[in-house]
């Protein structure tokens, strides 16, 4: 086989089905699968939510990447003429410095550090957070089968239609509020520990650091005192609250002030569920196209709703506590936290034009295992460079259809919208526009 042919690589990636996936044509990894797989059977009653792949970044669940449970393949053409189907991990194991640069081969012992998703969610994705990677070692060696890797997961959403979610922890001030209006919430809190966080948040100075560590270890008691109540008392709070909300309109101040449409919904996909009043401690999040949230570890989360794109280092160990039919570690959770205080914009994380490509939005988050990169090439430019990078990468057409080559080689790839194709390290890849009614829209994860 000619490495030519392998700079860049056409990766198979498979759509997987969850209760939270949005329905058929409402989908957008069911979209991308259609447009790029005519054999897709796209079913208008199915939910998808996940599409494994090695390089692309949608989820709902495309899996773009190398990790064992959504693994994605390639497909290339050998010197005989014989058409080769493998796991991308295998041939990146086989030409390891050739795939990933020196750099990265040996820092992540041949192994590709991010995976790549593309999310598509109807319903709340649990409340949740991700452990660090000393964290990751010991849950993962203590119970291996609820944390299946030794690895952190860092990651990052970046919406591609309106997107909602929970993330981090509200201002003091919005929470203590929350206890001092919503009687259902503080006695969920219980009176005592309510007391104590109104109190320290009445006390707290930006200049004051013993004063802010106050009124997280307050906070902390206050999430925890939730999280490990009877379910059957959160429930009969819950459905108090309800009755209350349920007799003022949706336009009355109060409802609006209480979150009472967003409580609803919450509460008909999980009926009396813990999580239901975590949306009184975290920051609801509306996220239009190209925001982004960087979720660290420790930073407490939920999707709600819409489609993003998700990049993370390569792991799946999720430590959840609520809104999710899956295994609950609420102790693990409470503790692992950060419970630092912010507000919505600043739980949002920037992008910035990149300083050569004004084409390039770039996603840069403070961890080695990845970044992105959002490229919109508009419709009236022919043809276009993806650059070459020290490291791999794997890109994703969201929009438009380009034909792709290596120096100008005769050796082409059809692009087209949900095209996912893994690009070797130090290598670039040139791009001809085939559609003119669309601007070219390509997400690229990559580490260097």
């Known amino acids: 086989m000619h490495l030519l042919y392998t700079i860049a690589l056409k990766l198979v990636c498979a759509v997987q089905q969850y209760a939270w996936g949005k329905i058929g044509s409402n989908s957008e990894v069911a979209l991308l699968a259609k447009s790029n797989d005519p054999q897709f059977s796209l079913k208008e009653d199915s939910p998808y939510s996940e599409e494994y792949g090695e390089t692309c970044m949608l989820m709902v669940s495309l899996w773009m990447g190398t990790h064992t449970r959504g693994p994605s393949h390639v497909t290339y053409q ?16 086989d030409n390891p410095v050739f795939a990933m640069g020196q750099k990265i081969a040996d820092q992540y ?24 990677k000393q964290h990751a070692i010991e849950l993962h060696g203590s119970r291996p089968d609820k944390y299946p890797d030794p690895n952190h997961k860092p990651e990052m959403a970046i919406a591609l239609t309106p997107f909602e979610g929970l993330c981090g922890f509200r201002p ?14 503080c006695n969920v809190v219980g009176n005592e520990h309510a007391k104590s966080f109104i109190a320290s948040s009445k006390a707290i100075s930006t200049e004051d650091e013993n004063s802010i ?53 919450l509460n008909n996909q999980f009926p009396g569920d813990v999580g239901c009043f975590c949306i009184y401690f975290l920051n609801y999040m509306r996220l239009d196209p190209g925001r982004c949230l960087f979720l660290a570890a ?34 693990t959770l409470c503790e692992m ?32 295992d990845f970044a992105v990169h959002s490229i919109r090439v508009p419709k009236t430019i022919s043809s276009y460079t993806i650059r070459a990078l020290p490291g791999p990468s794997i890109f994703l057409v969201v929009h438009g259809s380009a034909e792709g080559s290596v120096d100008g ?24 526009a085939t559609g003119s009614d669309e601007d070219l829209f390509i997400m690229r994860a990559y580490c260097v």
């Open 78 to 93: 050998d010197t005989n003429g014989k058409i080769v189907n493998k796991l991308l991990s295998d041939w990146i194991k």
């Open 109 to 132: 012992q041949n192994q590709l550090p991010f995976l790549f998703k593309v999310l598509s969610v109807q319903k709340a994705l649990s409340i949740q957070a991700h452990p660090t």
């Open 172 to 185: 003091v001030n919005e929470i203590a509020s929350f206890l001092q209006t919503i009687p259902e919430f």
């Open 213 to 265: 560590l106050a009124s997280q270890k307050a906070l902390k008691l206050c999430f925890t005192s939730v999280m490990q109540r009877d379910p059957d008392f959160i429930k009969r709070q819950l459905d108090m609250l309800l009755q209350r909300l349920s007799n003022a309109s949706e336009d009355d101040d109060y409802y609006k002030a209480s979150l009472g449409s967003l409580l609803q919904r």
């Open 298 to 331: 420790g930073i407490p989360h939920a999707y709600l709703a819409g489609d993003c794109i998700e990049c993370m280092a390569c792991s799946d160990n999720v430590v959840r506590a609520g809104l999710t039919p899956k295994y609950k570690d609420v102790p």
């Open 337 to 368: 936290l950060n419970y630092r205080c912010a507000t919505s914009t600043e739980n949002l994380f920037p992008c910035h034009t990149d300083s050569t490509d004004e084409f390039i939005s770039v996603y840069d988050p403070p961890v080695d």
């Open 409 to 432: 080689e005769d050796h082409c790839i059809s692009l087209r919208r949900g095209s996912v194709v893994f690009l070797a390290a130090e290598h670039s890849y040139s791009l001809r």
